[in-house]
């Protein structure tokens, strides 16, 4: 018995529907991206493992897909390593390549490696999938796309502005609501400085990054197990537990974090930023969240996270400011800041809230039946005419009967149907039918390019 046919958990197919839906997200997005003035590139699905590792943090690393190298790849590893290694230990000599985790890594990598070929700052976009070997479930995937927009070259606050700016400007076109909330490392970094463990940097905002997917308690005892004291976990809880408006939060810090002089930086940054939000009129919320930590080991400054307000979903759009990546590949000095939107999140908002447009999937407008060849050979020559004046049109492929053709023609939704028997080849005419409405017409084929462009003839669906 053969195999049901499946795909590999965490992926999926999509239908032309979904893809209409999905193309106007991109589209969406890569619209406001230009306005901008972001310029489209793209790289590799698979990159170097030398390229990817060591990035993302452990976590990170642990997500990487590796790919097997090619040909007899276990023939020069020696027994041991095979039979009694670490599984960690054997895929560094059995792979050398991994499908790229995010696009930000790969994008430092190609800067360093193109940078006598672009003008700094660089202002790029690249839409593209990614893949990481996490546990899927619901809005979690293995293989989804991310949409980045990114700025390299430049210190200046102001492209954290234009970055909150996108997000808001993404959002109100998809038409629904959005909290982004804002951070600094430098404000965490700050944090552990004031409760004396700079040292653990690390592992407290990964602590704490678990804030929102599990209970205080749990957070607390997780920074007690990494071996500080009860002091310091007070005052680290005490700090991310800050309330009130964006204003009053920062005003607070200010107090907590004064002894800290790059908390107090951090600050002053996010200081900056709101000043603007504040009075620039955007739609959206943006919110100081001082427990906002984002888990990947680059950022460096400002860090977003965005969520939908009314579906409850991870976070459908994230980023933030990285000072050394491209140090690791060899230039150093060059400071960037970016955002990535998921693509696949924002769908399973958008369907759940019902914000697609109505009418996304076009598809054919006008089918030609066919009765035979000579009708087919004349039915050839008007749609070839219908597409260059740029109105979709197909011709049903073999002499089937009307039953089928129509049958074919209602499940795709096709709006008008052209009906050619014999007495239209004689006269060199066209019965036209609308689809919805049963209305039929005949036309000259001179006629019906007028009539399907100035839409004068029923409507379709």
């Known amino acids: ?158 492209n954290e502005i234009e970055l909150a700016r996108i997000i808001d400007d993404v959002f109100s076109r998809l038409k629904f609501k959005a909290a982004v909330k804002i951070n600094n490392r430098k404000v965490l970094a700050g944090m552990v400085e004031v409760a004396g463990v700079p040292e653990k940097f690390i592992p407290v905002i990964t602590a704490i990054d678990k804030l929102e997917k599990t209970d205080r308690d749990n957070v607390v005892g997780e920074l007690l197990q990494k071996g500080l004291s009860e002091e310091a976990v007070n005052k680290i809880m005490s700090i991310t537990e800050v309330s009130g408006d964006n204003t009053g939060k920062l005003s607070a810090l200010r ?44 950022y460096t400054g400002t860090i977003f996270e965005v969520k939908a307000k009314d579906v409850e979903i991870g976070s459908i759009c994230g980023g933030g400011r990285y000072d050394n990546l491209t140090e690791v590949f060899g230039l150093s000095g060059v400071s960037g800041v970016g955002i990535s939107f998921g693509a696949d999140r924002i769908y399973d908002v958008m369907l759940q809230l019902n914000a697609f447009p109505g009418e996304l999937l076009t598809g054919t407008r006008i089918m030609f039946t066919n009765f035979g060849e000579d009708e087919a050979s004349y039915c050839l020559d008007i749609v070839g005419m219908l597409r260059k004046a740029g109105i979709s049109a197909e011709l049903y492929p073999e002499a089937a009967k009307m039953k089928k053709q129509m049958t074919y023609a209602d499940r795709k939704n096709i709006s008008y149907v052209a009906l050619i028997g014999e007495t239209e080849l004689k006269e060199r005419t066209v019965t036209l039918k609308n689809m919805v409405t049963g209305s039929q017409q005949k036309i000259s084929p001179e006629e019906l390019a007028g009539l399907l462009q100035e839409d004068t003839f029923l409507p379709g669906r």
């Open 1 to 158: 018995m053969l195999q049901k046919p499946s795909i590999p958990k965490g992926t999926r197919d999509f239908l032309p529907l979904e893809m209409a839906r999905r193309n106007y997200i991109f589209r969406t997005i890569t619209e406001v991206f230009s306005l901008y003035g972001f310029l489209p590139m793209e790289t590799p699905a698979m990159e170097n493992l030398s390229t990817l590792l060591g990035k993302y943090g452990e976590e990170g690393d642990r997500l990487i897909f590796k790919i097997l190298n090619s040909g007899d790849f276990i023939s020069k590893v020696p027994d041991d390593d095979v039979y009694f290694s670490n599984s960690n230990k054997l895929s560094s000599k059995i792979c050398e390549k991994g499908l790229r985790y995010d696009l930000t890594v790969p994008f430092a990598r190609f800067v360093v490696q193109h940078q006598n070929e672009i003008t700094f700052p660089f202002r790029r976009y690249q839409i593209q999938p990614v893949w990481r070997a996490d546990r899927p479930q619901k809005g979690r995937y293995r293989e989804f796309f991310q949409c980045d927009v990114d700025v390299i070259g430049s210190d200046s606050l102001l």
């Open 255 to 298: 107090e907590l974090l004064g002894k800290s002089e790059t908390g107090m930086k951090g600050i002053k940054e996010l200081g900056f930023l709101f000043k603007y939000l504040e009075k620039s009129g955007l739609e959206n919320e943006f919110i100081f969240d001082p427990a906002l930590a984002r888990g990947l080991d680059y």
